[in-house]
DNA sequence: AGTTTAAGTCAGTGATGTTGACATTCCAAG
DNA sequence: CTTGGAATGTCAACATCACTGACTTAAACT
């Protein structure tokens, strides 16, 4: 099935793009591509002792300061004992602040620490230094398509927390 | 350093899509879509007790047959001893074949069996079948500019192992 | 008072990765 | 031909991380 043999269209929309060894490039770049997209960054926290699972948690606290545990539990898409060993040992090291909630008490609302900052534009500075040079090589058309293919191959809920993200940017 | 304000450029050239707001919501889309990009298999794998390093050694020996063992790591980047263990788990149920080599006895080569292959399908099938529907709905144009920002991304010697499946393909 | 919700914890399991030791095979220098 | 080093692959022990499931605590809701 699906051989993606152009066939009988008189639209002129040629659909070699879809076929399966196209797909199967972009499967693979897209395999490769994400291995570099987190070198730079693993490769400080590896030092730290730290792993992914701390960068994601301090990403997206510094992206939404004062957001909640069960909050930060959507965007991830992890376990909260899993999240929960990750912040425990991010709280300890004097790398983020959990703070009980003013109007729902039984909430903790979580910020950076100054150090936590400090952390935060290590590695983003690493990661955003990778995608700047590839944005560059690739030009801002290429870039335009990027963003659309990947949005197009989100689930549901990680599309609707993307655009939440977006929205609460600047 | 890089506020990314378009400046006092006369080419015509806007450089908005290199502010760190741009880069960061390219950061944040490539999180959420390798979500989406391995949810498809992740769900068959977990009924098998398999994880994705099950999923990418099947994939590039299926890619690749006969290659080595060594010829492997040097793709999937992992350690010969990680390797192993997927190895072993799929040699004992019969989805991948060992073979002594011929010219060289200490290298090992790979297969998949007629099991072997029926998962590969199985699960490029689901992979596929979401890559093509992003695909569809980005458009050809998207889907250019999509693979080269991805391969602007890869480190060099990523891009090599990439570039040199290319080329063994058809 | 009873139920629900948010957060945190403990125990057990499984996948993944690492280091270290080891066996086999090849190859080249003596 | 022999011997020693290099390459390839394997096995064992250990650490890390994520998951499920069951439970506790505290606060909010009804």
Do not use: C, W
């Not at 990027?146 to 990680?158: G, I, P, T």
């Amino acid at each position: 099935m699906s051989d993606g043999r152009p066939g009988p269209f008189g639209g002129g929309e040629s659909l070699l793009f879809l076929t399966d060894e196209q797909l199967r490039q972009g499967i693979e770049a897209m395999f490769f591509a994400y291995r570099g997209f987190t070198a730079d960054p693993d490769r400080i926290l590896a030092k730290l002792a730290y792993g992914r699972a701390h960068h994601r948690a301090i990403h997206f606290i510094n992206r939404a300061p004062g957001t909640t545990v069960n909050n930060l539990l959507s965007i991830l898409g992890v376990t909260k004992q899993s999240l929960n060993r990750v912040l425990r040992t991010l709280i300890a090291d004097g790398l983020v602040e959990s703070r009980v909630g003013t109007v729902d008490k039984r909430e903790r609302h979580l910020f950076l620490t100054e150090q936590g900052h400090a952390l935060e534009a290590q590695l983003s500075d690493a990661q955003r230094e990778r995608m700047r040079a590839a944005y560059k090589d690739a030009g801002p058309e290429a870039v335009q398509g990027f963003r659309k293919v990947l949005e197009a191959m989100m689930d549901a809920d990680m599309r609707r927390a993307y655009v939440k993200l977006r929205e609460t940017s600047s």
